[in-house]
């Protein structure tokens, strides 16, 4: 087998191009999105929910966290930020190696690809706390793995799959778990920078746009969360179609994470001003549990009823 494995001009030079096209839509597409939230008005009844900052960076997040699945999902069955879905298929693998006595190779891979991903949340705890890393800081690191994930499969010699449901040819199924760690961190980015959950959280956003079209049959104002919901919900379908298009026509392509690293390096860059207020020293007793609760309006209201008794 040579060693550089898809080196054709449809395994490796028109997916290359094609994602060079996807990530220059996508760039044109965000700085068009930034202009309407920096030109539109606030009496837009239409635009005004781009006025806030978490909508302008989330739906970008929504359909590049779509479009990594959906590659995800086609090449290996199993997907690399939504833990839901591998947690429901590591269940559905226990049931079905007891059932049919199989060997729980299955069941190995999904803990692997679980942990890894718990392994990048604990990285970026870890830095944010010991070293005060900002979004910013992880934004070369993201570029980088997600380069060394493309050109790792092309030169060694793991790339092989399982034969039973595969072509020799594509990609281990290990290398989704090696992709987990750094959306471990990317998602507990998103997480812990003042959107309050995963923007791209699809179950909420059906639930909104039902909501919404309720709001339209009734002739009512739809609100501004059911806009967002809608927005991040279509932006979401419309990056897991692409991803899911790409993937299935390019299916032994070794190109499909640089230019996502790209993308999602831009993100984190201009994620700054999204950054909640740091907590300098020591982490409180909140921030050890890992809740989100906010106990300062209430210490602001003890205090004051303190000094007028």
Same mark, same amino acid.
């Given at each position: 087998m040579p060693l550089f494995v898809g080196s054709g001009l449809h395994d490796f030079v028109i997916p290359l191009l094609v994602e060079a096209i996807i990530l220059l839509s996508f760039v044109l597409a965000w700085s068009f999105l930034r202009y309407l939230r920096h030109s539109c008005g606030m009496d837009s009844r239409v635009l005004v929910f781009l006025k806030k900052k978490e909508t302008g960076f /989330?739906?970008? +997040?929504? !359909?590049?966290?779509?479009?990594?699945? &959906?590659?995800? $999902?086609?090449? $290996?069955?199993a997907f690399s930020t939504m833990m839901v879905g591998n947690m429901t298929l590591f269940a559905v693998a226990c049931g079905d190696t007891i059932a049919s006595h199989n060997p729980p190779n299955k069941i190995i891979f999904l803990a692997c690809l679980i942990a890894m991903f718990m392994i990048g949340v604990y990285a970026y705890r870890w830095s944010e706390v010991r070293w005060q890393w900002s979004p910013r800081t992880w934004a070369p690191i993201v570029l980088g793995y997600m380069l060394l994930i493309d050109l790792g499969p092309?030169?060694?010699p793991f790339r092989? @799959?399982?034969?039973? $449901?595969?072509?020799?040819?594509? !990609?281990?199924?290990? =290398?989704?778990?090696?992709?987990?760690?750094?959306?471990g961190v990317i998602d507990a980015i998103a997480l812990k920078s003042n959107f309050g959950a995963?923007? @791209? #959280?699809?179950?909420?956003? =059906?639930?909104? +746009? =039902?909501?919404?079209?309720? /709001?339209?049959?009734?002739?009512? &104002? =739809?609100?501004?969360?059911?806009?967002?919901g809608v927005?991040?919900?279509? /932006? /979401?379908?419309?990056?897991?179609?692409? #991803?899911?298009?790409?993937?299935?026509?390019?299916?032994? &392509?070794?190109?499909? +994470?640089? !230019?996502?690293?790209?993308?999602?390096? +831009?993100?984190?860059?201009?994620?700054?001003?999204?950054?909640?207020?740091?907590?300098?020293?020591?982490m409180t007793d909140t921030e050890a549990s890992g809740t989100d609760t906010d106990f300062s309006d209430i210490a602001d209201v003890e205090s004051e009823d303190s000094q007028h008794p």
């Amino acid at each position: 087998m040579p060693l550089f494995v898809g080196s054709g001009l449809h395994d490796f030079v028109i997916p290359l191009l094609v994602e060079a096209i996807i990530l220059l839509s996508f760039v044109l597409a965000w700085s068009f999105l930034r202009y309407l939230r920096h030109s539109c008005g606030m009496d837009s009844r239409v635009l005004v929910f781009l006025k806030k900052k978490e909508t302008g960076f /989330s739906i970008p +997040m929504a !359909f590049l966290t779509g479009y990594v699945d &959906a590659v995800n $999902y086609v090449r $290996y069955h199993a997907f690399s930020t939504m833990m839901v879905g591998n947690m429901t298929l590591f269940a559905v693998a226990c049931g079905d190696t007891i059932a049919s006595h199989n060997p729980p190779n299955k069941i190995i891979f999904l803990a692997c690809l679980i942990a890894m991903f718990m392994i990048g949340v604990y990285a970026y705890r870890w830095s944010e706390v010991r070293w005060q890393w900002s979004p910013r800081t992880w934004a070369p690191i993201v570029l980088g793995y997600m380069l060394l994930i493309d050109l790792g499969p092309i030169f060694h010699p793991f790339r092989h @799959w399982n034969h039973q $449901y595969a072509d020799p040819l594509h !990609f281990s199924p290990w =290398v989704v778990v090696a992709q987990a760690p750094i959306f471990g961190v990317i998602d507990a980015i998103a997480l812990k920078s003042n959107f309050g959950a995963l923007p @791209w #959280g699809t179950t909420g956003n =059906v639930i909104n +746009m =039902v909501y919404s079209l309720i /709001s339209c049959v009734q002739g009512t &104002a =739809v609100t501004t969360k059911e806009k967002v919901g809608v927005t991040l919900l279509a /932006s /979401s379908l419309l990056g897991a179609i692409v #991803g899911g298009l790409w993937a299935s026509f390019y299916r032994r &392509a070794h190109c499909g +994470m640089t !230019f996502i690293g790209i993308a999602w390096s +831009m993100l984190l860059c201009n994620l700054a001003g999204l950054e909640p207020a740091p907590k300098q020293e020591t982490m409180t007793d909140t921030e050890a549990s890992g809740t989100d609760t906010d106990f300062s309006d209430i210490a602001d209201v003890e205090s004051e009823d303190s000094q007028h008794p």
